[in-house]
């Protein structure tokens, strides 16, 4: 399995909905080596196993988002969609590999949970990243004002003395 899809294959047809890291019920059936059919009947005998944070099917807003980001609908008869899509998140991915119980399946879903431990690894990175570049700004920020300061007396420095007039008459 790990040679026939790669793991960054599998990344790539991860996306956020909803606040969810999910995949769409097609790509998984490609993945674990079913029909889109297959896969919703399985989900329907089982719906018990599959709650909101499982899994959710897509509004029709959301569908056509979709279809117009990605490309998704076929040109053709026969190719449209009659029902909304469902999409699955890491552990609905997992809980379908066990409604499912095939091998392709089960080793499919293994590639799939790594892609999203994967997934969140780089986006924890990407968030420290993003911690230590907001502290280094405030650092420059604080420096600016300092480094403004000695520019302002170095100016001072530079500029010219006033020359001493002499005053001409009598001094009081």
């Known amino acids: 399995m790990n040679e026939i899809i790669p793991i960054e294959v599998i990344q790539q047809k991860i996306f956020l909905l909803r606040g969810h890291k ?4 097609t790509d998984l059936a490609d993945l674990y080596g079913v029909t889109v059919k297959r896969l919703n009947e399985q989900v329907k005998r089982n ?3 599959f709650p909101q944070d499982f899994m959710f099917q897509l509004s029709e807003e959301e569908n056509q988002s979709l279809r117009s980001h990605f490309a998704t609908l076929k040109i053709g008869r026969g190719h449209h969609r009659k029902y909304l899509p469902y999409v699955f998140t890491e ?3 997992i809980m379908l590999a066990n409604v499912l119980n095939s091998p392709t399946s089960v080793q499919a879903s293994i590639q799939v949970v790594r892609a999203f431990v994967k997934l969140r ?5 990407h968030k420290e990243l993003a911690h230590k570049l907001i502290e280094l700004e405030r650092k420059i920020e604080d420096h600016d004002e300092e480094i403004h300061t000695i520019f302002e007396a170095i100016r001072q420095l530079m500029a010219p003395p006033e020359p001493n007039k002499k005053q001409i008459g009598f001094g009081r």
Not at 121 to 125: A, M, P
Request: no cysteine; glycine share 6%.
């Open 91 to 93: 552990h609905g991915t």
């Open 121 to 125: 690894q780089i986006l924890s990175t």
């Open 22 to 25: 999910v995949m769409l019920d």
């Open 47 to 49: 719906v018990n196993r």
